[in-house]
């Protein structure tokens, strides 16, 4: 079982940052690929950006050059650095680790971007 914890939501400007953090309550060593997503009211659940264990990463369209997602072994957490956020980017935000073939996911942290 592993428990995935979200922090550093919250509100913000257009244009502002914000950065997300995921703790894991297991070495992410093994962690094939940790990722985030979002989902907006009354939209579908998205991705975001993920990470692969060597480091290998792919994002949305919507936040290339924009957002940067990494990951820390030794302090089992991964990162989602978000700038030039846009009011579209307001959604609640998601972690997510595949270990295993069993997909772990966090509780969610709200990014509220004002306009």
């Known amino acids: 079982q592993v428990q995935l914890v979200e922090s550093g939501g919250g509100l913000v400007q257009a244009g502002g940052s914000l950065r997300l953090s995921c703790a894991a309550s297991?070495?992410?060593?093994?962690?094939?690929?940790m990722g985030w997503y979002r989902q907006a009211p009354g939209k579908q659940r998205e991705l975001v950006a993920s990470i692969t264990s060597i480091g290998r990463t792919n994002y949305a369209d919507s936040v290339k050059g924009r957002f940067t997602i990494s990951r820390d072994n030794a302090k089992k957490t991964g990162y989602l650095q978000m700038n030039s956020l846009k009011p579209e980017d307001t959604a609640i935000y998601y972690c997510n680790a595949d270990l295993w073939g069993i997909t772990y996911w966090g509780q969610g942290t709200q990014v509220t971007v004002s306009s």
């Open positions: 297991i070495s992410i060593f093994s962690i094939n690929r």
